[in-house]
């Protein structure tokens, strides 16, 4: 069956006349089964199209022939990290518990494998059921590494070494990013990426952290739960680069009032293997031991063993696939949506490009992702989660004043708890339209709250309109509507802080 493209709500007649002449085995090929990839062939298959898609066998440890159906978030990333975390939470409830009169003893056991068990049985199930829910959309799927071999053609290279060839109206890379070691040291082989760091066998009691980005402060967190010893290293003053300075702060105390150790504009400058473990040599000259170093140093766009050049696709800098404000490269047929392009790189997002992209495709409704007001989180212990802009980005971006509102307090359980860690949270207000242009909050549950205060601001709530609203009390989350004191006013032409 035929169908025309539709861009900017006018026929792309050159594209539709093309399709007419020439058949084609499917209408969608998508290579890559994660997030984004699965959202895109469910949902093209829903509008009517023939799709099928391609993914690397399952391993929880991926490498560039191994991956699964359900990509870096169902089998490690997002979920397995988060379940890593849920067990890390325990220590800190079981430490809080005795003053809520819970008689426990000082020495409580743990169990790591049996966590490890769990999470990777949990990650296994998720694998099948991504399978089936392909599987009951119509989704004819292919295991095995595919490679774009034309405008419309895709060459899949199966488990035995044999290969198969399919041609495609339409070709969608959904192939995701790959944790990497950007750390040229000596020794860099001793260290481990996000991936192994999920699959660990032994729970390591010592253990070192290079980065200040999500990753690092999560793993830090995750392991310093369990009862490691944690050192992070990162270059900037604070961890979080790019989050709101002032929540950064926070973030950084809680860390510390966890127990783990900080080095501000520290690296690590040799790694080396000896009987009692991995000496690590700074370049501040600082000498420490650990069991497990994590490099936690970004990600790079899965696009090196794609062939895109045969089909002229081009790429950035980075690796990652060019496309416009629809997904698409600069080649008519091939589309590309998730971390592999690198605009924002989180799961929703991917979901909300899958989605976009179909419509604009197969459903005759041209649909532009809209990367505004997307909020996310970070789950280190505090949790810090965001929506809209932080004050440094609203000083650059807005032309009128600028009200800060903040509150910062003990959490009413630590009153009993006894626990030394404040939650905040903060409000972003344009002084002239009084529309809330960021929210910010650090402590327990803060993306179970973002999560609906990003409603709010999607859409276009003013300050009035949450003071206007009735709080659910006792809860951290009726302080967003209770906050009724400036905390500042920056005037309009202010510079916008370094971001430290």
Same mark, same amino acid.
């Not at 698409?328 to 592999?340: L, Y």
């Given at each position: 069956?035929?169908?025309?493209?539709?861009?900017?709500?006018?026929?792309?007649?050159?594209?539709?006349?093309?399709?007419?002449?020439?058949?084609?085995?499917?209408?969608?090929?998508?290579?890559?089964?994660?997030?984004?990839?699965?959202?895109?062939?469910?949902?093209?298959?829903?509008?009517?199209?023939?799709?099928?898609?391609?993914?690397?066998?399952?391993?929880?440890?991926?490498?560039?022939?191994?991956?699964?159906?359900?990509?870096?978030?169902?089998?490690?990333?997002?979920?397995?990290?988060?379940?890593?975390?849920?067990?890390?939470?325990?220590?800190?409830?079981?430490?809080?518990?005795?003053?809520?009169?819970?008689?426990?003893?000082?020495?409580?056991?743990?169990?790591?494998?049996?966590?490890?068990?769990?999470?990777?049985?949990?990650?296994?199930?998720?694998?099948?059921?991504?399978?089936?829910?392909?599987?009951?959309?119509?989704?004819?799927?292919?295991?095995?590494?595919?490679?774009?071999?034309?405008?419309?053609?895709?060459?899949?290279?199966?488990?035995?070494?044999?290969?198969?060839?399919?041609?495609?109206?339409?070709?969608?890379?959904?192939?995701?990013?790959?944790?990497?070691?950007?750390?040229?040291?000596?020794?860099?082989?001793?260290?481990?990426?996000?991936?192994?760091?999920?699959?660990?066998?032994?729970?390591?009691?010592?253990?070192?952290?290079?980065?200040?980005?999500?990753?690092?402060?999560?793993?830090?967190?995750?392991?310093?739960?369990?009862?490691?010893t944690v050192d992070i290293f990162y270059r900037k003053e604070l961890p979080l680069r790019g989050f709101d300075d002032e929540m950064r702060t926070?973030?950084?105390?809680?860390?510390?009032?966890?127990?783990?150790?900080?080095?501000?504009?520290?690296?690590?400058?040799?790694?080396?293997?000896?009987?009692?473990?991995? !000496?690590?040599?700074?370049?501040?000259?600082?000498?420490?031991?650990? $069991?497990? +170093? #994590?490099? /936690?140093?970004?990600?790079? *766009?899965?696009?090196?063993?794609?062939?895109?050049?045969?089909?002229?696709?081009?790429?950035?800098?980075?690796?990652?696939?060019?496309?416009?404000?629809?997904?698409?490269?600069?080649?008519?047929?091939?589309?590309?949506?998730?971390?592999?392009?690198?605009?924002?790189?989180?799961?929703?997002?991917?979901?909300?490009?899958?989605?976009?992209?179909?419509?604009?495709?197969?459903?005759?409704?041209?649909?532009?992702?809209d990367y505004r007001d997307v909020p996310c989180a970070v789950f280190c212990i505090p949790p810090l989660s965001v929506v809209g802009l932080s004050e440094e980005q609203a000083v650059e971006q807005v032309k009128g004043d600028i009200?800060?509102?903040?509150?910062?307090?003990?959490?009413?359980?630590?009153?009993?708890?006894?626990?030394?860690? !404040?939650?905040?949270?903060?409000?972003?207000?344009?002084?002239?339209? $009084?529309? +809330? #242009?960021? /929210?910010?909050?650090?402590? *327990?549950?803060?993306?179970?709250?973002?999560?609906?205060?990003?409603?709010?601001?999607?859409?276009?709530?003013?300050?009035?309109?949450?003071?206007?609203?009735?709080?659910?009390?006792?809860?951290?989350?009726?302080?967003?509507?209770?906050?009724?004191?400036?905390?500042?006013?920056?005037?309009?032409?202010?510079?916008?802080?370094?971001?430290?």
């Amino acid at each position: 069956m035929s169908r025309k493209m539709l861009i900017d709500g006018e026929v792309n007649n050159s594209v539709a006349a093309d399709a007419e002449e020439q058949v084609y085995d499917y209408d969608l090929f998508v290579i890559g089964a994660g997030s984004g990839g699965v959202r895109a062939s469910r949902t093209s298959a829903a509008l009517g199209a023939k799709v099928a898609m391609c993914e690397l066998p399952f391993h929880p440890i991926s490498s560039e022939v191994i991956g699964g159906v359900g990509g870096t978030c169902v089998i490690r990333g997002c979920v397995p990290k988060k379940i890593l975390v849920y067990g890390a939470s325990f220590a800190g409830e079981f430490e809080d518990a005795r003053n809520f009169g819970w008689e426990l003893s000082e020495k409580i056991d743990y169990n790591w494998k049996k966590l490890l068990h769990n999470k990777t049985q949990e990650i296994t199930r998720l694998n099948g059921i991504y399978k089936r829910m392909l599987s009951n959309s119509g989704v004819k799927l292919f295991e095995g590494e595919g490679k774009v071999a034309g405008p419309h053609e895709v060459e899949l290279t199966q488990s035995d070494g044999t290969k198969l060839s399919f041609s495609a109206k339409h070709i969608l890379v959904a192939t995701g990013s790959r944790a990497q070691r950007v750390a040229a040291i000596p020794g860099q082989e001793l260290a481990i990426t996000s991936d192994e760091a999920l699959s660990l066998e032994e729970l390591p009691k010592r253990a070192v952290v290079l980065g200040g980005g999500y990753i690092a402060v999560e793993f830090a967190s995750i392991w310093r739960g369990l009862g490691a010893t944690v050192d992070i290293f990162y270059r900037k003053e604070l961890p979080l680069r790019g989050f709101d300075d002032e929540m950064r702060t926070i973030v950084a105390k809680n860390l510390e009032g966890r127990g783990i150790k900080l080095h501000p504009g520290a690296t690590l400058k040799e790694l080396t293997k000896t009987e009692e473990g991995i !000496k690590v040599i700074t370049d501040q000259g600082q000498e420490l031991m650990a $069991d497990v +170093v #994590l490099f /936690a140093t970004g990600r790079a *766009p899965n696009t090196k063993r794609l062939n895109l050049q045969s089909a002229g696709v081009e790429l950035d800098r980075s690796g990652a696939i060019k496309v416009d404000e629809f997904s698409r490269t600069n080649i008519p047929s091939i589309w590309a949506v998730g971390d592999v392009t690198n605009r924002i790189n989180l799961t929703p997002v991917a979901l909300m490009e899958g989605s976009c992209f179909s419509k604009t495709v197969f459903g005759g409704q041209p649909s532009k992702p809209d990367y505004r007001d997307v909020p996310c989180a970070v789950f280190c212990i505090p949790p810090l989660s965001v929506v809209g802009l932080s004050e440094e980005q609203a000083v650059e971006q807005v032309k009128g004043d600028i009200l800060i509102f903040t509150s910062t307090f003990n959490p009413m359980k630590n009153t009993i708890s006894g626990r030394q860690e !404040k939650t905040m949270m903060k409000l972003i207000v344009d002084a002239e339209t $009084d529309k +809330v #242009l960021g /929210a910010s909050m650090c402590g *327990p549950d803060a993306a179970e709250i973002m999560q609906g205060i990003a409603i709010a601001l999607k859409c276009g709530a003013t300050k009035a309109q949450f003071d206007s609203t009735v709080g659910i009390h006792p809860s951290a989350a009726e302080e967003f509507v209770t906050m009724r004191t400036v905390t500042r006013r920056i005037p309009a032409g202010s510079k916008p802080k370094t971001n430290l």
